[in-house]
């Protein structure tokens, strides 16, 4: 029988967690503050910059909404992030992916105070977790490696794949599971798009972790009995419910569920912990700042 990991649980405890470490920071007079600057017009990242300000608010930090309109030039969202890097009450800030097409990534990364860099995606932060001594770590793939901790899964000596190798999920992600400490110390394959003969590679893991972007994209075929399945996929196909579409992951839920001994919803899996990992490098952020140790 499958057992469904339940990320919203997992979520609370981590929420419930850093209460007491916001208790510290307050009692020494910082109150931690988040701010999301959204550079975009898109129903989803409006819903995601909405529940990471409510999340700040229900542990009591400090958020602070920022929009910019899509059509601006790159030097006002720039100046906004200088605003952001000099302002000390904000101790982390992100620019909801995606951004316009007419701002090069690159250069916006560069442009964020590494320190206040709670996605993680700096390069500066990207270059510490790679050397294994993470500031930072991403939260998507925090928040899996927490979910895996949860149920007890060990990764040590697993074969774990990755499917996709963006820079906020499948590389950062790769990097942490290959680190020599807890909740690492894996083989990890990482597939893409040109990978050859995916099936067979998906069959050999021990742990399949999909970050795809494409509708139930790993179906049950694809894997081998008692996997362990984590599905990062969120992606909305139309139907004809009242909101005309529902969510869905890059795994075929029923499937995948034949075969697997754990296997993460969607909704309900990793998004939790992708918010709940943004609030603990917040409070982690602001101790940093504030010298004070938490
Ligand atoms: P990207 O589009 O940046 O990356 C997708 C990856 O999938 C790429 O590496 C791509 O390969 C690979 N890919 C595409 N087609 C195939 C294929 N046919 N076979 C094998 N690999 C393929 O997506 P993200 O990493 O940003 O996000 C992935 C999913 O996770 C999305 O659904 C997103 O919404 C979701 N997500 C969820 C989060 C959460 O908190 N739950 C957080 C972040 C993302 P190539 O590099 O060759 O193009």
Do not use: W
């Not at 990992?277 to 940093?288: D, E, F, I, K, W």
């Amino acid at each position: 029988m499958v057992s469904i990991i339940d990320g919203n649980a997992v979520a609370a405890t981590i929420r419930e967690d850093l209460k007491d470490k916001i208790n510290i920071l307050k009692d020494s007079g910082v109150t931690p503050g988040l701010a999301t600057v959204l550079m975009s017009e898109d129903p989803a990242s409006r819903t995601y910059v909405s529940m990471k300000q409510r999340d700040c608010e229900e542990l009591g930090m400090n958020a602070v909404d920022i929009v910019i309109d899509p059509t601006s030039p790159p030097e006002e969202l720039y100046s906004t992030l200088d605003t952001l890097n000099s302002n000390s009450d904000i101790h982390g800030y992100l620019v909801q992916m995606p951004i316009p097409s007419h701002i090069p990534v690159q250069e916006l990364l560069f442009r964020i105070d590494p320190i206040k860099d709670v996605d993680g995606f700096h390069p500066e932060n990207v270059g510490l977790l790679v050397s294994g001594n993470p500031r930072y770590k991403p939260c998507t793939p925090h928040g899996i490696q927490k979910l895996l901790e949860s149920i007890d899964v060990e990764t040590s000596g697993k074969d774990i794949v990755v499917v996709g190798r963006s820079n906020i999920v499948g590389k950062p992600l790769a990097n942490l599971l290959l680190q020599k400490s807890p909740n690492g110390n894996a083989t990890v394959t990482v597939c893409h798009s040109r990978t050859n003969n995916l099936p067979e590679k998906t069959r050999e893991a021990d742990i399949l972790i999909a970050a795809v972007g494409i509708p139930e994209f790993i179906d049950g075929s694809m894997l081998s009995k008692n996997v362990v399945v984590i599905d990062v996929g969120v992606n909305r196909v139309e139907d004809d419910s009242d909101k005309g579409y529902r969510l869905v992951g890059d795994v075929e839920f029923d499937s995948a569920s034949e075969k697997a001994k754990a296997i993460t919803p969607v909704p309900g899996g990793v998004g939790p912990m992708t918010r709940a990992m943004l609030m603990y490098n917040t409070v982690q952020a602001a101790s940093l700042q504030s010298n004070i140790p938490i």
